[in-house]
Every structure is written in structure tokens, then in C-alpha cells.
């Protein structure tokens, strides 16, 4: 069992930057893709961006290039530094981890997620 705690949510005006935080613990062993998915108030929840644990990264559409996802093994957490930061990113974002790539493969984990609130 695989336990995610994000943290760095909160209120950002447009055009603004945050950073999230999501430290992983428990049987991080089997962990080789952390991601952060988001999940707006009406909508379903979407892939935002992934990252293994060798470095490689994939991200949605609706975020390249404003959005920056790293993560430290050595303190097992990873983190979305977001950018250029719109009224439509307003959401809940979720960390996630899983044993094969992201979107594609499933999410094992989830963390309660923190919420991401732009305004305009």
C-alpha cells in the first residue's frame, strides 16, 4: 500500500505560478510512475502530467509548456510547478502513483487531493 500526501494548493490569481508537493510513503518499492491528475467542479478527472523514476515525462495538451513536473527518489516526492496559470486550471488536483506509464497504465494510489483555485 502506497500513501500520497499533496500539498501546496490555494488561491493564485491569473498569470500567476504554484508549486505542489506530493510525498509518497509505504511500499513506494513498487512505485515507477508518479503523475498528478486534476478534476474541475462538473468535469471528470483528467491526466495533467506524469514522470518515471528515471526522469521521463509526458504531459496533457492543455499544459505543456506552463506546466513542470520533477521529482526528488532520494525524498519520494514529486512535484507540478504550474505556470502562466489560467482561470480554467481551477480544480482539484490529485497525485498518483503506478507501475507503468501514465495516463495508459492504471493508478494503484491516489492522494485526497488539494485544490487549485485561479482567479481571473
Known amino acids: 500500500q502506497v500513501q500520497l500526501v499533496e500539498s501546496g494548493g490555494g488561491l493564485v490569481q491569473a498569470g500567476g505560478s504554484l508549486r505542489l508537493s506530493c510525498a509518497a510513503s509505504g511500499s513506494i518499492v513498487s512505485i515507477n510512475v508518479m503523475g498528478w491528475y486534476r478534476q474541475a467542479p462538473g468535469k471528470q478527472r483528467e491526466f495533467v502530467a506524469g514522470?518515471?523514476?528515471?526522469?521521463?515525462?509526458n504531459y496533457a495538451d492543455s499544459v505543456k509548456g506552463r506546466f513542470t513536473i520533477s521529482r526528488d527518489n532520494a525524498k519520494n516526492t514529486v512535484y507540478l510547478q504550474m505556470s502562466s496559470l489560467k482561470p480554467e486550471d481551477t480544480a482539484v488536483y490529485y497525485c498518483?502513483?503506478?507501475?507503468?506509464?501514465?495516463?495508459?497504465?492504471?493508478?494503484?494510489?491516489w492522494g485526497k487531493g488539494t485544490l487549485v483555485t485561479v482567479s481571473s
Open positions: 514522470i518515471t523514476r528515471d526522469g521521463r515525462t
Open positions: 498518483a502513483a503506478s507501475r507503468g506509464l501514465l495516463p495508459a497504465y492504471g493508478v494503484e494510489s
